[in-house]
């Protein structure tokens, strides 16, 4: 069973930076897609970025040229750094896998629905 766990979240004033750290245990395949999404109260849950399993990702407009989304070699853990935060930015954020692929991902949609395990979520909140 894969378990996804989140950590790294906190309060940052508008221009800082965090690090967003998700570790996969009991994933065992390297080069299937993972992503970060987040929800902020009252809104919808949207794709921030994706990793496909060549580690190419895609970015939501909002975000790009401020996050980067990477993982480790193993590819047990994920990571977001995020710089340049604003308000906008204050939000749950979910690291999200598919398990049980065996063949290279290529994906570079944000939509939520091709993944089926998720993280309980870290909590970024943002001050102006």
């Known amino acids: 069973q894969v378990q996804l766990v989140e950590s790294g979240g906190g309060s940052v004033q508008a221009g800082g930076s965090l690090r967003l750290s998700c570790v996969a245990s009991g994933l065992t395949y390297r080069r299937g897609c993972m992503a970060w999404f987040r929800q902020a109260p009252g809104k919808e849950r949207e794709g921030v970025a994706v990793i496909d399993g060549d580690d190419d990702p895609t970015y939501a407009a909002s975000v790009k040229g401020r996050f980067a989304i990477s993982r480790d070699v193993a590819g047990n853990s994920l990571y977001l750094q995020m710089n340049n ?19 290279i991902c ?20 943002v001050s102006s």
């Open 106 to 125: 290529r994906r570079s949609s944000l939509s939520a629905d091709y993944f089926d395990t998720w993280g309980q979520g870290t909590q970024v909140t």
């Open 85 to 103: 935060l604003t308000p906008e930015d204050t939000a749950m954020y979910y690291c999200a896998a598919k398990v049980g692929v065996t063949y």
